[in-house]
């Protein structure tokens, strides 16, 4: 018991730690000029990519289900957006707030289907509703501009760069609580329990269809707010959010930073996205190359470090502390 | 007669053409510990699963306390009270041993919808929990990932797990199937111990007649696709039917 507390006494000082430096990270960034605006650009596409990564974590890692469907929310989300800001002159709070629940309408709906089929047939028809939807968009140009996408989303005048950093930042930190809260609670550990044993879970009295399909609905929202929160720091809202490579983002930001871990799929996307960049940054010929440093890095998570950068972490403390 | 608890009525499956079983009956009493053998292959867990609602037969009725259960959900039917453990060890193995039993006593109570709070902060389930752990012998190994346990002890885990949904029945396939002989005892000694505090009406699968002859009340003998014989112990090591076709020789 002792021990547990000490455990999480020890997590709250590192997240606020790591919350309170990310606070004051822009302050020192605006010193830069445009190389520092440049990286509060990327940091806060960093902070809402995490978030969708964590999202995406709660099927993945916790439930044990591999969805390649997962960027139809986060694009959900983003034309939500995009249209009710753009169409029906919402301000950004209410439609920030609308994103979750319009792709909480679109994961139940989604998920009523899928969670039906298991395993490899449930990732396949994930990714078909996930291209149905992006096909949808894609062709719906009317509404939703088709493969131009949907530009000039309006942004109000006191959210400059810095503040909507700060923003993006607050609602990550609550949704961060709000996830780690689900992962503790009897639903978390009944999700747990469905992916450690679905048959024996059946035994136990657990009716797993509809815990699965709630776990589905919950992880689509909070894709939903990621998507809508990135359309507000481009401006725009583009295909290219709900296609399946979208998809793929957050699952390989899970392997890399460790999918049994709350924290891990956030890192591993914040360390994927820097990588990017910074290779980016340092020759422009480098970004040809991403792909295969890609390739090369999962190769040695996958064969080194499977349990991600969060398991080699532990590992390493455990050694050193015996 | 007292009512049964469980009866079941002209009972047949196949599957793709093999007949499994032709129109089985029997009645459970409750209150009793029985045993079912038979020779590999005879259905003994095939007709687990169709109590349990694994599986659905092609015809007949189970009815458990009244109610007929063909065609229910197997989480339906655990919670009408009736649970069982598996002969395979059956548990959530990167979860701890009082993990496993808490989500079984959380979801007895119908809790899974808990969003808020931890799932270990109800002192009540903790100690309702301990209170199982204890009496299956791993309340020292509370908190021990479940799946590093030796054999055994996931044995004990999975009757644990079975126990945490309190049911009228249980079921229980080979209880001691890969144990060592010592460890053999000792869980033949904790069914019967269970069996003899809870009150719970008990059926087992076994295949060790010293066991099966040794502590049950009844026997009942799967073979040839029906049921071949029934009664008490000395009844079925005598039977000259069960003998030629099941025990052989050297009963």
Redesign the interface.
């Given at each position: 018991m002792d021990d547990m507390t000490s455990s999480s006494r020890a997590g709250w000082i590192t997240g606020i730690t790591v919350t309170v430096v990310l606070f004051i990270l822009p302050i020192f960034l605006g010193q830069l000029g445009k190389t520092g605006e440049y990286w509060i650009w990327v940091c806060t596409e960093m902070i809402i990519m995490a978030l969708f990564a964590m999202s995406l974590n709660l099927i993945l890692g916790f439930g044990g289900m591999v969805s390649f469907g997962h960027a139809a929310f986060f694009g959900v989300g983003a034309y939500t957006v995009a249209l009710l800001m753009k169409k029906a002159d919402f301000p950004l709070y209410l439609a920030l707030a609308a994103a979750p629940l319009v792709a909480a309408i679109a994961a139940a709906i989604v998920g009523w289907f899928c969670v039906r089929l298991l395993g490899l047939y449930f990732s396949i028809l994930t990714l078909a509703f996930g291209q149905l939807l992006y096909m949808i968009v894609f062709q719906w140009y009317t509404f939703t501009g088709g493969d131009d996408g949907l530009h000039g989303v309006p942004r109000p005048e006191i959210l400059g760069p810095v503040n909507y950093y700060w923003l993006c930042l607050i609602l990550f930190v609550i949704c961060f609580l709000i996830i780690r809260?689900?992962v503790?609670?009897?639903?978390?550990?009944?999700i747990?329990?469905i992916r450690?044993?679905m048959?024996?879970?059946?035994?136990?009295?657990?009716?797993?269809r509809r815990?699965q399909l709630l776990n589905f609905i919950i992880a689509g929202a909070f894709a939903g707010l990621a998507g809508g929160m990135l359309c507000e720091l481009n401006r725009f809202a583009q295909t290219e959010f709900l296609h399946w490579s979208k998809s793929a983002e957050p699952i390989l930001a899970s392997l890399v930073g460790g999918m049994y871990s709350l924290a891990g799929p956030a890192i591993g996307s914040s360390v994927l996205i820097f990588l990017k960049i910074f290779l980016q940054q340092v020759h422009r010929s480098m970004v040809e190359v991403w792909a295969i440093v890609l390739g090369v890095l999962l190769l040695v998570v996958v064969l080194f470090a499977p349990q991600g950068l969060v398991g080699l972490y532990q590992n390493i403390f455990k050694k050193s502390q015996s | 007669m007292s009512e049964a608890i469980l009866s079941i009525e002209n009972l047949s499956k196949s599957f793709e053409g093999n007949q499994v079983f032709n129109n089985i009956s029997f009645l459970v009493e409750p209150g009793e510990l029985s045993a079912i053998i038979g020779p590999n292959g005879a259905g003994k867990t095939t007709l687990f699963n169709l109590i349990?609602g694994?599986l659905v037969p092609d015809e007949g009725k189970i009815i458990f306390e009244g109610r007929n259960i063909v065609g229910m959900?197997?989480?339906d039917i655990?919670?009408l009270g009736m649970?069982?453990a598996?002969q395979r060890t059956?548990?959530?193995?990167?979860?701890t041993v009082l993990?496993n039993i808490?989500?079984?006593i959380?979801?007895?109570l119908k809790?899974?919808?808990?969003?808020?709070?931890?799932?270990n902060s109800s002192d009540r389930i903790r100690k309702k929990a301990f209170e199982i752990l204890e009496s299956v012998g791993l309340a020292d190994k509370a908190s021990h990932q479940s799946g590093t346990l030796a054999h055994g002890n996931q044995k004990r885990l999975d009757i644990g797990?079975a126990l945490?949904?309190e049911p009228k029945l249980l079921l229980l396939d080979e209880p001691v199937a890969g144990m060592s002989p010592e460890e053999r005892w000792e869980t033949v000694e904790l069914v019967k111990e269970l069996w003899n505090r809870m009150k719970i009406t008990m059926v087992y699968i076994e295949h060790d007649m010293d066991i099966v002859f040794g502590i049950s009340q009844k026997v009942r003998v799967l073979c040839y696709k029906t049921l071949l014989a029934e009664g008490p112990p000395h009844e079925i090591s005598a039977n000259q039917q069960v003998i030629e076709a099941y025990l052989g020789e050297e009963v």
């Amino acid at each position: 018991m002792d021990d547990m507390t000490s455990s999480s006494r020890a997590g709250w000082i590192t997240g606020i730690t790591v919350t309170v430096v990310l606070f004051i990270l822009p302050i020192f960034l605006g010193q830069l000029g445009k190389t520092g605006e440049y990286w509060i650009w990327v940091c806060t596409e960093m902070i809402i990519m995490a978030l969708f990564a964590m999202s995406l974590n709660l099927i993945l890692g916790f439930g044990g289900m591999v969805s390649f469907g997962h960027a139809a929310f986060f694009g959900v989300g983003a034309y939500t957006v995009a249209l009710l800001m753009k169409k029906a002159d919402f301000p950004l709070y209410l439609a920030l707030a609308a994103a979750p629940l319009v792709a909480a309408i679109a994961a139940a709906i989604v998920g009523w289907f899928c969670v039906r089929l298991l395993g490899l047939y449930f990732s396949i028809l994930t990714l078909a509703f996930g291209q149905l939807l992006y096909m949808i968009v894609f062709q719906w140009y009317t509404f939703t501009g088709g493969d131009d996408g949907l530009h000039g989303v309006p942004r109000p005048e006191i959210l400059g760069p810095v503040n909507y950093y700060w923003l993006c930042l607050i609602l990550f930190v609550i949704c961060f609580l709000i996830i780690r809260m689900i992962v503790n609670s009897s639903f978390g550990l009944s999700i747990k329990t469905i992916r450690e044993n679905m048959e024996r879970a059946k035994f136990i009295g657990i009716n797993v269809r509809r815990y699965q399909l709630l776990n589905f609905i919950i992880a689509g929202a909070f894709a939903g707010l990621a998507g809508g929160m990135l359309c507000e720091l481009n401006r725009f809202a583009q295909t290219e959010f709900l296609h399946w490579s979208k998809s793929a983002e957050p699952i390989l930001a899970s392997l890399v930073g460790g999918m049994y871990s709350l924290a891990g799929p956030a890192i591993g996307s914040s360390v994927l996205i820097f990588l990017k960049i910074f290779l980016q940054q340092v020759h422009r010929s480098m970004v040809e190359v991403w792909a295969i440093v890609l390739g090369v890095l999962l190769l040695v998570v996958v064969l080194f470090a499977p349990q991600g950068l969060v398991g080699l972490y532990q590992n390493i403390f455990k050694k050193s502390q015996s | 007669m007292s009512e049964a608890i469980l009866s079941i009525e002209n009972l047949s499956k196949s599957f793709e053409g093999n007949q499994v079983f032709n129109n089985i009956s029997f009645l459970v009493e409750p209150g009793e510990l029985s045993a079912i053998i038979g020779p590999n292959g005879a259905g003994k867990t095939t007709l687990f699963n169709l109590i349990t609602g694994a599986l659905v037969p092609d015809e007949g009725k189970i009815i458990f306390e009244g109610r007929n259960i063909v065609g229910m959900e197997p989480f339906d039917i655990v919670r009408l009270g009736m649970a069982r453990a598996f002969q395979r060890t059956n548990i959530f193995p990167r979860m701890t041993v009082l993990e496993n039993i808490v989500i079984t006593i959380i979801t007895r109570l119908k809790g899974n919808l808990g969003f808020v709070k931890h799932w270990n902060s109800s002192d009540r389930i903790r100690k309702k929990a301990f209170e199982i752990l204890e009496s299956v012998g791993l309340a020292d190994k509370a908190s021990h990932q479940s799946g590093t346990l030796a054999h055994g002890n996931q044995k004990r885990l999975d009757i644990g797990v079975a126990l945490a949904l309190e049911p009228k029945l249980l079921l229980l396939d080979e209880p001691v199937a890969g144990m060592s002989p010592e460890e053999r005892w000792e869980t033949v000694e904790l069914v019967k111990e269970l069996w003899n505090r809870m009150k719970i009406t008990m059926v087992y699968i076994e295949h060790d007649m010293d066991i099966v002859f040794g502590i049950s009340q009844k026997v009942r003998v799967l073979c040839y696709k029906t049921l071949l014989a029934e009664g008490p112990p000395h009844e079925i090591s005598a039977n000259q039917q069960v003998i030629e076709a099941y025990l052989g020789e050297e009963v």
